[in-house]
């Protein structure tokens, strides 16, 4: 159901970035695609079946990159998406959001809002209501990411099951479908992979709840990782988490920063917040990940591009 | 004999970019991989070749990415490998040749220098010489990206026919590997398919031959794009050339920074100039692809990082 658009993503190791990481680092790159991130995995998933049963309509919350790749999905398949997302959402993701003719509805707050924005519209129009995390296509589209690092291989006519090279991968933690959906897959496939979830200390919600096994909301958010930034972790995905994750860390705004500047100095790659957190944990704590082969998840692109210039730009222009 | 992780690299529409271009616009991904840029697929080959035969060492001239790739290709197959550069070529091209345990040596001129010198190294030490662009392995290699690009698709048991949804693709020329090795590939499977090479006004010696159908040397080079500024073509490849261009443009430089910087801040990618060559084309003739699909292929993202800061970042630290 998904297009091959936004399978087999490269993976790959990046030797430049390791003498400053201490381990062996490799990039599942996500970017490469119409809408410069995982989400349309998933997205494909959800147009294709309610295309199949015949529905016209479909709306979502987002942060910015589900609604990107739903209104490219739904567009595909001839379905009126509407986004629902925080006015303070990056510009550049709204806009993207518009150019693929789906309907953008901003609410004047955050993400969690926008979720209950989502739902009221879903309700008074009785369509379908995609919500990322807990419906599980968003989770299985970001599980095929698993199935490409760990899955058998194929070379020749049979599928080969190999030992994958490294021995764990980091992946960013929001509202739980992207570490969810690889760490089942990496769980049930390659037990000995250590599944880290990396998550900004100022967005920590999910991860304080998988800490005590019990949700843990938080009053509000404080991070440039606005692709993490819930506050509210949904009880369901919290379940999973706990079944696939081996730990969830938290990691600080300047590490995240640090992060995004390594993969465009060392890399050539360009990356959201979010795409850093693994190098950012990498960088918090070097000492767990000496000499190991680490995977990293780059699972977005998608910056405003003053916001990106102020944060990665040469020294004399950063700003704080 | 081409290592996977160089093959079957990202193609997609980047519809962010067409608004400016006025044309459907497609990239070929070459810079996400260990190397940053095409050339392995050629040196994959020639190094599979030499271990077969039992060779241990080998040398080239490069303007840097044949030579990291090369360092790349031989370091697992147990070559010694030397590369010889302009003292000129990019620091990081030539830092990332050293980290790969080749042995670099410069020459107190260009590209052509490098040529000869790599040449009499071969003769001293009696060791293999790779010539980019005239021995066809580095065509070869190139062209698997037009396999890539026109070849038949696999879906299902049977390979498939399918006409490709492009009628242009625009291709970075320098030395002339990856145009005539894409260039061959699109011409005898789907000739409909203009092949249009690019170079820099301030190193033309290749275009300006391929107009006169007779190799024209220049004095000198004046580019940025230092990954396709020689001299002196090589009349064998200017053959091939001759069989497969359509067309070779010339654009300026100005062209060039303005395709990097669009194609940093619309799409995202970090490229090495000679990599925007195709998004200068545009930009220069935009009437000329107005309505067209286009494929330009993104062959490289190995640049200094000052140098692209200043090419490319905000406004208020551009510098002429």
């Known amino acids: 159901m998904i297009d091959p658009v936004f399978l087999d993503t490269p993976l790959y190791r990046?030797?430049?970035?390791?003498?400053?990481?201490?381990?062996?680092?490799?990039?599942?790159?996500e970017t490469a695609n119409p809408v410069r991130s995982f989400k349309a995995r998933g997205t494909e998933v959800v147009a294709s079946q309610l295309a199949e049963h015949g529905s016209r309509a479909v709306v979502c919350a987002s942060a910015g990159n589900l609604g990107q790749a739903l209104a490219w999905s739904g567009r595909g398949r001839g379905l009126d998406v509407t986004v629902v997302a925080s006015r303070f959402a990056p510009a550049a993701k709204l806009d993207r959001i518009r150019a693929l003719d789906a309907r953008v509805e901003l609410v004047d707050g955050d993400f969690d809002l926008a979720r209950e924005?989502?739902?009221?519209?879903?309700?008074?129009?009785?369509?379908?209501?995609?919500?990322?995390?807990?419906?599980?296509?968003?989770?299985?589209?970001?599980?095929?990411?698993?199935?490409?690092?760990?899955?058998?291989?194929?070379?020749?006519?049979?599928?080969?099951?190999?030992?994958?090279?490294?021995?764990?991968?980091?992946?960013?933690?929001?509202?739980?479908?992207?570490?969810?959906?690889?760490?089942h897959v990496v769980k049930?496939?390659?037990?000995?992979?250590?599944?880290?979830?990396?998550?900004?200390?100022?967005?920590?919600?999910?991860?304080?709840?998988?800490?005590?096994?019990?949700?843990?909301?938080?009053?509000?958010?404080?991070?440039?990782?606005?692709?993490?930034?819930?506050?509210?972790?949904?009880?369901?995905?919290?379940?999973?988490?706990?079944?696939?994750?081996?730990?969830?860390v938290l990691v600080q705004e300047a590490s995240i920063i640090a992060g995004m500047r390594m993969l465009l100095d060392h890399a050539g790659l360009v990356v959201e917040p979010s795409a850093a957190l693994g190098i950012a944990a990498i960088l918090e704590d070097r000492d767990r990940f000496a000499g190991r082969h680490v995977v990293t998840i780059v699972c977005g692109s998608n910056v405003d591009v003053d916001a990106y210039h102020r944060w990665v730009g040469p020294a004399s222009t950063r700003r704080p």
């Open 188 to 248: 049930a496939l390659a037990p000995g992979v250590e599944v880290i979830c990396v998550q900004p200390l100022g967005a920590p919600a999910m991860t304080l709840s998988w800490r005590g096994r019990r949700v843990v909301t938080t009053d509000a958010t404080n991070t440039i990782a606005d692709g993490v930034a819930g506050r509210r972790p949904i009880p369901a995905v919290l379940a999973d988490l706990l079944l696939v994750a081996d730990d969830a």
């Open 117 to 183: 924005r989502a739902a009221a519209v879903a309700r008074h129009d009785g369509i379908r209501l995609v919500e990322d995390s807990l419906d599980l296509e968003t989770c299985e589209g970001a599980a095929t990411i698993g199935l490409e690092l760990v899955g058998p291989e194929l070379v020749g006519p049979e599928p080969v099951d190999t030992a994958p090279s490294f021995d764990a991968v980091l992946i960013a933690l929001g509202g739980g479908a992207l570490a969810t959906g690889v760490g």
């Open 14 to 29: 990046c030797e430049a970035l390791e003498p400053a990481l201490g381990c062996a680092v490799s990039i599942k790159l």
